[in-house]
């Protein structure tokens, strides 16, 4: 295991918890990013992310603190704090404390995720979280789909962008899924925020298959660092969300979604039983990379292939777009050290 070099403090949207575990009046505690945040659910089904400690005395509000309306009341004194971090009601003063406010965090939620908006410089976000069906412009949407399976792991020793790099690399298939796929890659689209990969696959052995033969594939859409969102078409419909989310300087939690398509016309209890069989194998085959990625050292400059230069390179160049020093942190200065 090696603490990863690339800083850990990188921008975008970040997956911090699911939608059903923030139920309305509900105070969730997390740590990310180094911060004790909570989230909490309005009655009117806001949520909101913030700093988990009361600006008065310093209370953890993910401790007894309660969902007041559309505010949250401190458990120590009672002070409430709105939505936008700012302190509302003191109940034994004629006035609330106007200066003080606890950071917040831009949220979205989608695909029953909570996704906030992670910058150290404090700036709107400048791009949009991907969404598993709307960002494939193909008319999809969840109703065509099994619920949603889902994998969550904890404290691994990793980096958001390994999980990046992985849908780059082709020769990994063979060697950790031991599936014998050839994907060739249709589309390597790395010029915004929001990258694109697409790649269609053939199986070894099928050196003749013309391009125009090949009948399965995925297209991957990057939202920044955080947030991958998948396609396959093909053979089994499905669609994935990896999201990984720095805890602090060394770990990070890692969520894995899945979802099987419905057959029109096929939908009975058997196929639904199938298709969670199938969406285990998806997760099963995400385990296995996480197995390489929580105990891998990142390797900057890597020793790349000729035909892995292109497609490893396009993504490392557009990812240091999102760390705060536009290198990548200390694994900049290890590479400048070696170079
Ligand atoms: S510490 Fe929160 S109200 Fe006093
Ligand atoms: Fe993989």
Known sequence: MAKPPLSMKPTGWFQVAWSDEVG????????YFGEDMVAWRSEAGQVTVMNAYCEHLGAHLGFGGKVVGEVLQCPFHGWQWSQEGRNVCIPYESRPNRGRRIKTYPVIERNASIYIWHDLEGREPFFDAPDVFASFEDGSSVDDYYPQQRL???????????VLENGVDFAH????????????FTRHDFA????????TITFEGDDGQRIEDVNSGVEAINGGLGIAVTK???MVDN??????TPVDEYTSDVRFMVYIGRV??????RAEQKAIAFGEEIIRQFRQDIYIWSHQRYSDPPALS?????????????????????RGGSAADLAHQKG
């Open 24 to 31: 309305v009046g509900d105070v969730h505690v997390m740590k």
């Open 152 to 162: 969550f792991e904890q404290g691994h020793e990793m980096h958001p962008q390994y």
């Open 173 to 184: 298939f063979k060697y950790v899924h031991e599936t014998p796929i050839n994907p060739i």
């Open 192 to 199: 915004d925020a929001v990258s694109y990969v697409d790649f």
């Open 232 to 234: 396959s078409w093909g």
């Open 239 to 244: 669609r994935t969300i990896s999201a990984i």
């Open 264 to 269: 029109p016309g096929k939908d009975s209890p």
């Open 306 to 326: 000729t035909s892995e230069y292109e497609g490893f390179t396009a993504i490392r160049t557009w990812a240091m777009q999102f760390y705060p020093d536009g």
